[in-house]
Each structure stands twice: as structure tokens, then as C-alpha cells.
């Protein structure tokens, strides 16, 4: 569906007025539309079928680099016609929604109790035992946490692990490996997250979130200058 206003003079703030009802304009058109306030708009051009170019041109199919709002008007320095597209499509790729985030740090999180619950169970030492209780309570706390401030669907852990012998046979390099890639995983997550947080109450949890995991990666750091037999 297209529409257009043409009346050869059309004061500024009725363009303007008739703009903010199509869409709402981005910043960086803000200063581009702004800069017409003291020249003669001739012409406004509005399409939902499809596209204008820069040069005005007006395309069936909707592309990057094509707008669905056009300007025409006389430069007053110049006095030549010129146009102005605004509402163009962006050719960045699409954000990823933050419910998809939340969910994907959710599994994460699982995985990471799944794994951290076997080496609790294999380790021999009782400093062991602390250090993988602690993290287990850590994502338990973390899984709680998430599931009060979102709605989060049940999520299955996972449970076709290593086996216990299996686990215990991997040894040391294989635990504080995987530990590092948990915790690292995690913090990524967790960054990528929290800036899209608007509450910042809810933020705030998050950032406390990732100070522990940042912490308990530290704790695999440390393991790799000490003999670890679970």
C-alpha cells in the first residue's frame, strides 16, 4: 500500500507530524530530517510494498539499503530538488532475542551441575568434595534464581554423562579442562545477558551470578598447579 502528500509546499511540522505516524525514527535519521526545517518540502512518499533507493527510485520488493519513506525537496542554498529516504532496511544481521539468551545460559547451567554432581560423586578427597559441592550449590542457586525472574520450561539434565570410571579415568587434565571451558562458557553467557536486562534489580542478580562464576573458574586456575586426584 503506498500514500502520498504532494501540495508543492508542506510545512515542516506537518512533514514531521506525518512521519511519526508511519514509524518511529531512529536517531541517526533524526539529525538527517532535522537539517529540513528550512527547506521546501515538496513531496512525501509512503510504501509498504516495497522500497526507495537513495537516488528515489522505487522498488516492488523491500531490500537492504531501501527505505519506505521519501522526502522530496529544495536544497535552499542550491536550489536544486533533492530526496531524503528515511526507515531504511539495515543490513546487520538480526539480534538474537533475550529469551533465546536466558534459555540457552539456563541449559548451559544444567550441564555444568550435571558434570560438576559426577565429579562430586568420584572425588576421593574431602577438599574435593567441597570445592565440586560448592559449585554444584552455586548452579543450583543460579537455576533458582532464573527460573523465579523468567519463565523457563523444565529442562531435562543431561544424563548420558561420562560414566563414574569413565570420569575417574580422564584424571586431572580432563576435569580442570573441562571445568575451564564450564566456566568460561558461562561467563560469556552471562555477559552476553546482562546488558539486555532493563530491571536492574534482575540485573544486579545476574552481575552477582557472574562474580561466582568468575571466581570459580579462578579455582580450576589454581588446580592445575596442584596434584588432583578425584
Request: with cysteine.
Amino acid at each position: 500500500m503506498n500514500s502520498t502528500l504532494n501540495r508543492g509546499s508542506i510545512p515542516f511540522n506537518e512533514a514531521l507530524n506525518k512521519i511519526n505516524q508511519k514509524h518511529q525514527i531512529k536517531t541517526n535519521e533524526q539529525l538527517s530530517l532535522m537539517q529540513l526545517q528550512n527547506a521546501q518540502i515538496k513531496r512525501l512518499a509512503f510504501t509498504t510494498d516495497g522500497g526507495f533507493c537513495d537516488s528515489g527510485n522505487f522498488y516492488k520488493e523491500l531490500g537492504e539499503g531501501l527505505g519506505t519513506i521519501k522526502i522530496s525537496y529544495q536544497d535552499i542554498e542550491t536550489s536544486k530538488e533533492k530526496v531524503l529516504i528515511l526507515n531504511k532496511m539495515e543490513s546487520k544481521e538480526e539480534e538474537i532475542p533475550l529469551d533465546f539468551k536466558i534459555n540457552a545460559l539456563y541449559q548451559k547451567i544444567e550441564d555444568a551441575f550435571c558434570f560438576y554432581s559426577q565429579a562430586l560423586d568420584e572425588s576421593k578427597k574431602l577438599y574435593f568434595k567441597n570445592i565440586f559441592k560448592n559449585l554444584c550449590f552455586h548452579k543450583q542457586a543460579y537455576v533458582t534464581g532464573l527460573k523465579a525472574q523468567y519463565k523457563l520450561a523444565n529442562y531435562r539434565r543431561k544424563q548420558n554423562g561420562l560414566k563414574c570410571a569413565e570420569l575417574q579415568a580422564k584424571g586431572k587434565s580432563y576435569i580442570i579442562k573441562r571445568g575451564l571451558e564450564l566456566q568460561t562458557e558461562l561467563a560469556s553467557l552471562y555477559e552476553d545477558v546482562i546488558p539486555n536486562i532493563k530491571d536492574s534489580q534482575d540485573r544486579h542478580t545476574l552481575e552477582s551470578h557472574l562474580k561466582y562464576v568468575i571466581a570459580d573458574k579462578r579455582i580450576f586456575s589454581q588446580l592445575q598447579n596442584d596434584r588432583f586426584m578425584i
